[in-house]
């Protein structure tokens, strides 16, 4: 196994306050890798740390083997980041943007071009490259801020809630770039989202809850271990319909005229539907979502 980046035991204080408690995980070269949780979970502030953008009070990081503590700079020469906020400046073009951003890795012009012109073709801003950053939409900006974290052509791509706001086309397109990066170059993502679509892609996921790991595994096991299938029924003959249910001993809630039935996986449906075909006008069957299994893992309070 082929790990990219392993942290040990991290921690992390703010005055009284332990944001990240004793952590420990690994992520393995070339995979894409979610880090999922509610605000104040202690996402950013991990990946602040892995970026080189902060110390940390307790615990080993390793980056691609090298040391955060010894080695920020050389950390910093293979890595990617996408910030939460934009960093570009407003007034410059997105090609002015990006040239200065690639001096900082290439003191030979055409190479810095070159730098430019690919991180440009893979994130297809070329059409508006020549705009000053602060006229273009949600969508052409985040491409420039991704265009930007490629400028270094980096081994690990850090993307903090990189498509909040933005529309579906716009985040399915900016997804299919990444991936199609990803695919080409072998780069590791390491990603955090408040999207459970984009999460569902992932190799591997771990879900934080007060500074602490509150659950972890592959998308199928999340789902599979705290997530339910579900069973929708139109009804025909509601009273021949219950009767069928109570006979399988199982719990319905009723919804817009439709009996909904929780199950442990999409199989236990197929006995039911046969029993009680005469009594329907039609179902569906829904699997767990990735939404139910975050739910599931923190409860269905409001963190604030």
């Known amino acids: 196994m ?3 980046i392993e942290v040990s035991n991290l921690q992390k204080n703010y005055s009284n306050l332990c944001a ?35 110390n940390f009070d307790g615990g080993e990081v390793t980056i691609d083997g090298l040391n955060p503590r010894h080695d920020r700079q050389s950390i910093r020469s293979i890595i990617g980041v996408v910030f939460q906020d934009n960093v570009l400046d407003p007034l410059l073009t997105v090609r002015e943007n990006l040239l200065i951003r690639a001096e900082f890795y290439q003191s030979d012009r055409s190479l810095i071009r070159k730098s430019v012109y690919e991180a440009a073709q893979t994130t297809e801003l070329s059409e508006f490259i020549d705009q000053p950053y602060c006229k273009l939409s949600g969508g052409q900006r985040r491409r420039a801020d991704i265009a930007r974290a490629l400028i270094n052509t980096p081994k690990i791509l850090f993307l903090d809630e990189p498509t909040t706001g933005l529309d579906p086309q716009t985040r399915k397109s900016i997804w299919n770039s990444i991936k199609l990066l990803q695919k080409k170059t072998g780069m590791t993502v390491f990603l955090t989202t408040h999207y459970m679509e984009e999460a569902a892609e992932s190799d591997y996921v771990i879900v934080l809850d007060h500074g602490e790991i509150a659950a972890k595994g592959t998308p199928v096991e999340l789902k599979s271990k705290y997530a339910t299938d579900c069973l929708r029924l139109s009804v025909s003959n509601e009273y021949t319909l219950r009767q069928i249910l109570l006979d399988f001993k199982l719990n319905f809630t009723m919804s817009a005229g439709e009996f909904i039935i929780n199950l442990p996986d999409t199989m236990k449906a197929l006995p039911v539907l046969e029993k009680c075909k005469s009594c329907i006008s039609s179902f569906q069957v829904l699997q767990g979502t990735m939404d139910d299994a975050f739910i599931g893992i923190m409860g269905r309070d409001i963190r604030k």
Do not use: H, P, Q, W
Not at 25 to 37: A, T
């Open 20 to 54: 990240v408690k004793n952590i420990s995980f690994y992520v393995e070269r070339g995979k894409l890798f979610s880090f999922l949780g509610s605000n104040g979970a202690g996402k950013s502030t991990t990946i602040d740390i892995l970026c080189t953008l902060m």
């Open 2 to 4: 082929d790990k990219i």
